[in-house]
T-cell receptor, first 112, second 113 residues
Framework: QQQVKQSPQSLIVQKGGISIINCAYE??????FPWYQQFPGKGPALLIA?????SEKKEGRFTISFNKSAKQFSLHIMDSQPGDSATYFC???????????FGSGTKLNVKP | SAVISQKPSRDICQRGTSLTIQCQVD?????MFWYRQQPGQSLTLIAT?????????ESGFVIDKFPISRPNLTFSTLTVSNMSPEDSSIYLC??????????FGEGSWLTVV
């Protein structure tokens, strides 16, 4: 059973637009939800993360929105830039599990 | 965040051979993890390596195929044994960081021919 479902698989956005990537999870025991950014030829890099005690977290142009009742969270990239073109992975974990479950990834292409 | 170095960064291997990937961290960490990322796919946990104990393998991964060593708190190795083309993947070392997160190395890109 896939613990974290991510959509869309790919996304094309014009420069300056808003990129939105969605994830849904099953296990209510998850209490940590990070997003990773991966450029071609590189390892995944932590971008931003949230815990379920807040509904939103913003860092620069990147915002996580979290809906605990719906068991969903999303990444919003405001004013998207060509340099944001990468693959984005959501993940979920719990301190009790000490294990991360990753979404399937979204390949973002920001057109200049 | 921790600085994680992996060697080799890239290799082309012959079918049937074995390759050992090294992971060095610039600080002491209790938990290290090995992930596999097949081309265009997500990250799959192979095993968790704690210093002083046997690695814990995820379903579908076995010690004979992916032996792991963890001799100290800053170093681990993953061996991919008796390789086949299906083992062509990126192998990623990751370590626990502060605040419940994990950080990844740059990965070791293996192509089996």
């Amino acid at each position: 059973q896939q613990q974290v479902k991510q959509s869309p698989q790919s996304l094309i956005v014009q420069k300056g637009g808003i990129s939105i990537i969605n994830c849904a999870y099953e296990n209510t025991a998850f209490d940590y939800f990070p997003w990773y950014q991966q450029f071609p030829g590189k390892g995944p890099a932590l971008l931003i993360a949230i815990r379920p005690d807040v509904s939103e977290k913003k860092e620069g142009r990147f915002t996580i929105s979290f809906n605990k009742s719906a068991k969903q969270f999303s990444l919003h990239i405001m004013d998207s830039q060509p340099g944001d073109s990468a693959t984005y992975f959501c993940a979920a974990s719990s301190d009790n599990f000490n294990k991360f479950y990753f979404g399937s990834g979204t390949k973002l292409n920001v057109k200049p | 965040s921790a600085v994680i170095s992996q060697k080799p960064s890239r290799d082309i291997c012959q079918r049937g051979t074995s390759l050992t990937i090294q992971c060095q961290v610039d600080s002491q960490v209790t938990m290290m993890f090995w992930y596999r990322q097949q081309p265009g796919q997500s990250l799959t946990l192979i095993a968790t390596a704690n210093q002083g104990s046997e690695a814990t393998y995820e379903s579908g991964f076995v010690i004979d195929k992916f032996p792991i060593s963890r001799p100290n708190l800053t170093f681990s190795t993953l061996t991919v044994s008796n390789m086949s083309p299906e083992d062509s993947s990126i192998y990623l070392c990751s370590v626990e960081g502060g605040g419940s997160t994990i950080y990844f190395g740059e990965g070791s890109w293996l192509t089996v021919v």
